[in-house]
Each structure stands twice: as structure tokens, then as C-alpha cells.
């Protein structure tokens, strides 16, 4: 069964950049399907922040793409979040995932991490 | 983007009854819709994907059905672990977007 665990700071000061990455196992990442972060502000809802293929093509949400970069590394077969310029309404757990190319659900998902944006 | 709203909210229900839940998108998706129930402290779990197709492991108590802009999830006899809250999802176009949720309580 697919396996995926996110690491990363779970303090970040406003302004600076939070950087995540999500580790796979059990799963080679470059054999296929796409791998997205999604995020949720304590006591709210999803919302899908990006995507990436093994191939490197990324997908992002308009509403945060300004600040927002996804890259995969398949020698370690993870991939990473970076999201820029942060603030307050930033603060979430994040979730990476699993997407599923054909029908586009999120089958896999990491366990979240709780990111803080406060000095 | 495309609006997802589900209804109601939040329920009230109890061990055996059934239950269904309504998403509405603000356009067609055909029947690029998923469901995922998520419990305190928790990951979301799929629960049903291109709108009523069963994912692996989930109960045969969960159903789901629609096409277009209207689609439900049918619990069909409520078990304690089902009380948690309920997302849907459009995959039919980026941005991807999710419901509001509805939190499903013990009556």
C-alpha cells in the first residue's frame, strides 16, 4: 500500500517561505500518476493548492500560483511545496496526495503537518 | 472556478438510519466528482470516486449517484464510525475544489 509522509517546519515567520516535502514509499514516484498538496486552515475546508506529473508538468491553483512551486525529486522519490511570502491566513495542515490521472481523485494521503505562520 | 455546495451543513442522525448528502457544482462536471470522509486529526479518506464508483475497502453502505451539476452520497444504515464530516470534489477542472463539508453527529 502506497505510503506517503510529510516533513517540514511546523513554525514559519511571516514573510519567509514554507518548504514541505512529501516522502512516497512502497510506490515509485516516476512510474506514473500525479502528486498534489492540499491544505486545510484549522476548522475549515480543503483547498487544493497544486500538482505534479513524474514528467516535471505542474498544475497550480490561480489563487495562490504567484507563490507557490512544486518540484519532484525521483532519485529520492518525493516531491516538495515551496509557497512564498507567507502570512497568517497560510496556517494549515498540509496534506500531500495522491492523484489519480483519469477520474482525478485523491487516493493516498500523508498523515497533514501542522504549518504556524507567526513571528 | 467552479462551486461546490453541499447540504445540509451539518446533521443529526442516528446508529442505523440512512443518510444522504447533496453536492451541487455551479457548472457541469459530467461525473468527475469525488467523496472523502474525514474524521478529528485525520487525512481525508476516499470513499467514492467518478461520482458513484466504490473505492477499495470502503463498505458497501456507501453509495454514491449523479451526473452534471447534482450528485448525493447515500450512507444506508449509519454505523458509529461513520459520524465524521463529509467533503466532495470536482476533478473535472483545475483549480480542483472541494464542498464546504457537512459534519455528520450522533442524534
Known amino acids: 500500500q502506497v505510503q506517503l509522509q510529510e516533513s517540514g517546519p511546523g513554525l514559519v515567520k511571516p514573510s519567509e517561505t514554507l518548504s514541505l516535502t512529501c516522502a512516497v514509499s512502497?510506490?515509485?514516484?516516476?512510474?506514473?500518476?500525479?502528486w498534489g498538496w492540499i491544505r486545510q486552515p484549522p476548522g475549515k475546508g480543503l483547498e487544493w493548492i497544486g500538482s505534479?506529473?513524474?514528467?516535471?508538468?505542474?498544475y497550480y491553483n490561480p489563487s495562490l500560483k504567484s507563490r507557490v512551486t512544486i518540484s519532484v525529486d525521483t532519485s529520492k522519490n518525493q516531491f516538495s511545496l515551496k509557497l512564498s511570502s507567507v502570512t497568517a491566513a497560510d496556517t494549515a495542515v498540509y496534506y500531500c496526495?495522491?492523484?489519480?490521472?483519469?477520474?482525478?481523485?485523491?487516493?493516498?494521503w500523508g498523515q497533514g503537518t501542522l504549518v504556524t505562520v507567526s513571528s | 472556478d467552479i462551486q461546490m455546495t453541499q447540504s445540509p451543513s451539518s446533521l443529526s442522525a442516528s446508529v442505523g438510519d440512512r443518510v444522504t448528502i447533496t453536492c451541487r457544482a455551479s457548472?457541469?462536471?459530467?461525473?468527475?466528482l469525488n467523496w472523502y470522509q474525514q474524521k478529528p486529526g485525520k487525512a481525508p479518506k476516499l470513499l467514492i470516486y467518478?461520482?458513484?464508483s466504490l473505492q477499495s475497502g470502503v463498505p458497501s453502505t456507501f453509495s454514491g449517484s449523479g451526473s452534471g451539476t447534482d450528485f448525493t452520497l447515500t450512507i444506508s444504515s449509519l454505523q458509529p464510525e461513520d459520524f465524521a464530516t463529509y467533503y466532495c470534489q470536482q476533478s473535472y477542472g483545475t483549480p480542483y475544489t472541494f464542498g464546504q463539508g457537512t459534519k455528520l453527529e450522533i442524534k
Open positions: 496526495a495522491r492523484r489519480i490521472a483519469v477520474a482525478g481523485q485523491f487516493d493516498y
Open positions: 467518478a461520482a458513484s
Open positions: 505534479i506529473y513524474d514528467s516535471g508538468s505542474t
Open positions: 512502497r510506490y515509485s514516484i516516476s512510474s506514473g500518476y500525479y
Open positions: 457548472q457541469t462536471i459530467s461525473s468527475f
